[in-house]
């Protein structure tokens, strides 16, 4: 393979997106892939800085800054980590991304979805997820996940999420050709099976 793979996982807090990355993390290696497993916000160095800030700034932060904050960190997260990696030649599995976004800043704070997109294709430079899976719980499942010790966004209630899931129903409805849409209320073993399938008919593995 010359060029390597972008995944991009994504659903509302507590949906088992972090585990079904390990999974399949696990699963390439098996395979002898080179796997970078990262994340929005924050992979490292500044990204970590401006994750603080989003995820634990205390006082008022508007849907604007919101948003820039988390663009910022896509643009150095793609240019200085992601970019890199597929280049040479590594399967790159990243923990949310432009989905995000759209769900998050788009659906749940209502900043208008055009503008999301033409930022969102800015901070990227245009690259695109090869394929992303959307793990779909409701939203007071997510909540009960999710706990008492909540940061910045999680605190942002039930009917936020609401709107947040609903933007990611309505992308898979879009995409359905990048994004793949999981009932993640399953056991990890089933959702993992259908995660690894969904690789198998998309891609064709070579060693
Ligand atoms: P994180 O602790 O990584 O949450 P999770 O483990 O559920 O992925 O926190 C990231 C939070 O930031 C999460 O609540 C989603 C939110 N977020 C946005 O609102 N917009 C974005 O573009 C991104 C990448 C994340």
Do not use: W
Request: proline content about 2%; hydrophobic content about 35%; some cysteine.
């Amino acid at each position: 393979m010359t060029k390597g793979l972008f995944i991009t996982f994504e659903g509302v807090d507590g949906c088992g997106k972090t585990t079904q990355i390990e999974l399949l993390k696990n699963y390439f290696e098996k395979l002898g892939k080179s796997v970078l497993l990262t994340r929005e916000p924050g992979a490292k160095g500044l990204g970590t800085k401006l994750r603080e800030i989003l995820l634990n700034y205390d006082g008022e932060v508007s849907p604007n800054c919101e948003s820039f904050l988390f663009l910022a960190d896509r643009a150095q997260h793609i240019d200085t980590i992601v970019k890199p990696a597929v280049e040479r030649g590594e399967i790159v599995l990243c923990d949310r991304h432009t989905d995000s976004t759209v769900a998050y800043q788009g659906y749940g704070r209502g900043i208008d979805l055009e503008q999301i997109n033409l930022l969102n294709n800015i901070a990227t430079s245009g690259m695109k997820p090869d394929l992303t899976f959307i793990f779909d719980i409701d939203v007071e499942t997510s909540m009960s996940r999710v706990g008492k010790n909540k940061d910045r966004m999680e605190s942002a209630g039930i009917e936020f999420f609401k709107k947040v899931r609903e933007g990611y129903l309505a992308i898979a409805n879009q995409e359905p050709d990048r994004v793949k849409l999981f009932d993640g209320i399953r056991t990890i073993e089933d959702i993992h099976s259908d995660v690894v399938k969904a690789v198998e008919s998309k891609f064709i593995l070579v060693k």
